[in-house]
Structures are given as structure tokens and as C-alpha cells.
């Protein structure tokens, strides 16, 4: 489906760019809308630890609570 194949898009994008926060914290948002809120969380704080500012990574933490 549509997030399995953006979650391998992903995949990719980090095995170039490991530390882009983005990456990460899109695929918090991902995870999160699938419903595997462990899985964003750590994604999350993976993109905050590269960069604490990103918004998506917050709006990730923030939902999930």
C-alpha cells in the first residue's frame, strides 16, 4: 500500500543521507498514521536528536502524547 512503499522510499533516502532529520521525521508521521506508535516515537526522536527544531518530529511527539 501507499505507506509500505513511502516507508521504502524512506529507506532509501537514509541509506544516502542517514542524518537528513527529515527522513526521520517523516517517517515518524508515517508510522504514526499507521497506527505503529512505538515505531514513531522513535523515529521522532531520532529527527529531534539531529535537530530538536523540526516541526513534523514535534507534531508527531505531540500527537502521540
Known sequence: DMGDHALQLLDYASSVEPNLDLVHAYRA????????????????RRALDLNPYNDVANDVIDRLG
Open 29 to 44: 508521521a508515517i508510522l504514526a498514521n499507521l497506527g505503529d506508535a512505538g515505531g514513531a516515537r522513535q523515529a521522532a
